[in-house]
C-alpha cells in the first residue's frame, strides 16, 4: 500500500483579495513540492464534494445555509474581517471538506496506507455554527464524525501542529468523549484559545500551548511529554492530522521556529503511534502555512514521512 494525495483544481478557485495570506498560490506552492521522482509513488485523486448529509455531521442547516447563502455572484463576501467568499468559495470548501471524507474512506478500507488531502479552503477554525480564521467548514470533525458513522468507528484522535490552536475542531469535540483533540500552537495568538487548562470531558481535549520563538527542541517535547502519552491513552481506531506549517520559521503569521525537520520528525512518530493502536490509518489534512517556500518544503518533509511510514 501507499500514500495517497487528493486535491482538486478548484480549490484554487476559492480566491479571496490580492494579498490575502490564504491565497491560491499555497495550493500551487505545496503540489509543486510534490513533484519529481522522490513522488512518483503516490497515488494521485481528484477529490469529491461533501454532500450536506457530511456537512451536517458536525455543522446545523443554518450554518450550511449561511454559507451558501454568502457566495457572491462577483466580487466578495466577507463573513469576516479575515474569511471572505468570492463566486467560487463554497464549491471549493465542499472539495475540501470532501477530499478528507474520501481520505477516511481510503484510508479505513485499507485501499491507501495513509492520506495527504492538499486542499483549500483549511477548516480548523470552523466552528460548528461560525466560519471564522479562513475556514468555513470542519474538515477534520467531519471526517471524524464520517469514520465513526460510516465505517463503525469508535475512537477518532485528530492532531493538530498549526501555529493557531484549531478552536473549530476543539469545539466540535468538547463534550464527546469518543474523539479526542491534541494541539501545540503558539499562544497568545489567534484566535486566543487553546488554554492548557481546557480539558473537554474524560480529558479528550489536550492542548500544548508553546510560547513565541519556540524552537524546535521546545516543539518535541511538548509532544513527547504531552501530547504522545495522551494520544497513546487514547488508544484511537484512526488519527486525523491537522496538517499547518506555519510554526515554521519563515512564516510571517506567526512567531515560531519550526524547520521542516521537526515536521518530519512529528510525522513519523505520530505514524509510529498509528501503527501500534490503529494499524496505521492516519490521514493528513493540510491547513496554513504562508511563506510559499516554506510552505512546500514542509509539506515535502511531512508526505515523505508519510510515504515511509
Given at each position: 500500500?501507499?500514500?495517497?494525495?487528493?486535491?482538486?483544481s478548484d480549490c484554487a478557485l476559492h480566491q479571496p483579495p490580492a494579498r490575502h495570506p490564504e491565497s491560491p498560490a499555497r495550493l500551487q506552492a505545496v503540489l509543486g513540492g510534490l513533484e519529481g521522482r522522490e513522488f512518483e509513488a503516490l497515488q494521485r485523486h481528484?477529490?469529491?464534494?461533501?454532500?450536506?448529509?457530511?456537512?451536517?455531521?458536525?455543522?446545523?442547516?443554518?450554518?450550511?445555509?449561511?454559507?451558501?447563502?454568502?457566495?457572491?455572484?462577483?466580487?466578495?463576501?466577507?463573513?469576516?474581517?479575515?474569511?471572505?467568499?468570492?463566486?467560487?468559495?463554497?464549491?471549493?470548501?465542499?472539495?475540501?471538506?470532501?477530499?478528507?471524507?474520501?481520505?477516511v474512506d481510503m484510508v479505513v478500507s485499507k485501499s491507501v496506507k495513509n492520506a495527504f488531502c492538499a486542499t483549500r479552503p483549511p477548516g480548523h477554525h470552523a466552528e460548528p455554527d461560525r466560519a471564522m480564521g479562513f475556514c468555513f467548514f470542519s474538515n477534520a470533525a467531519i471526517a471524524s464524525r464520517h469514520a465513526q458513522e460510516q465505517?463503525?468507528?469508535?475512537?477518532?484522535?485528530?492532531?493538530?501542529?498549526?501555529v493557531h490552536h484549531g478552536n473549530g475542531t476543539e469545539?466540535?469535540?468538547?463534550?464527546?468523549?469518543?474523539?479526542?483533540?491534541?494541539?501545540?500552537?503558539?499562544?497568545?495568538?489567534?484566535?486566543?484559545?487553546?488554554?492548557a487548562s481546557t480539558t473537554g470531558v474524560d480529558n479528550n481535549i489536550v492542548n500544548a500551548p508553546l510560547p513565541a520563538h519556540a524552537a524546535g527542541s521546545d516543539f518535541r517535547d511538548?509532544?513527547?511529554?504531552?501530547?504522545?502519552?495522551?494520544?497513546?491513552?487514547?488508544?484511537?481506531?484512526?488519527?486525523i492530522i491537522s496538517a499547518g506549517f506555519d510554526g515554521h520559521r519563515r512564516d510571517p503569521l506567526a512567531q515560531m521556529d519550526l524547520e521542516d525537520d521537526d515536521y518530519g520528525w512529528v510525522t513519523r512518530e505520530l505514524c509510529n503511534i498509528a501503527s501500534k493502536c490503529c494499524g496505521g490509518r492516519v490521514v493528513s489534512l493540510l491547513e496554513g502555512g504562508y511563506d510559499l517556500n516554506a510552505l512546500a518544503s514542509a509539506s515535502r518533509a511531512h508526505v515523505k514521512a508519510l510515504m515511509a511510514a
Open positions: 500500500m501507499t500514500t495517497a494525495l487528493i486535491t482538486h481528484q477529490a469529491v464534494a461533501a454532500t450536506s448529509d457530511h456537512l451536517l455531521l458536525v455543522h446545523p442547516q443554518s450554518h450550511i445555509d449561511a454559507m451558501k447563502g454568502s457566495v457572491p455572484e462577483d466580487g466578495y463576501h466577507f463573513v469576516d474581517e479575515d474569511t471572505v467568499m468570492s463566486a467560487r468559495s463554497f464549491d471549493a470548501a465542499l472539495l475540501s471538506a470532501g477530499a478528507a471524507i474520501q481520505a465505517h463503525g468507528l469508535s475512537r477518532v484522535a485528530v492532531v493538530d501542529f498549526d469545539a466540535a469535540f468538547l463534550t464527546n468523549g469518543s474523539l479526542m483533540y491534541a494541539s501545540t500552537h503558539q499562544h497568545p495568538l489567534y484566535p486566543g484559545t487553546g488554554s511538548a509532544y513527547a511529554n504531552r501530547i504522545f502519552p495522551a494520544l497513546e491513552a487514547f488508544d484511537p481506531d484512526l488519527m
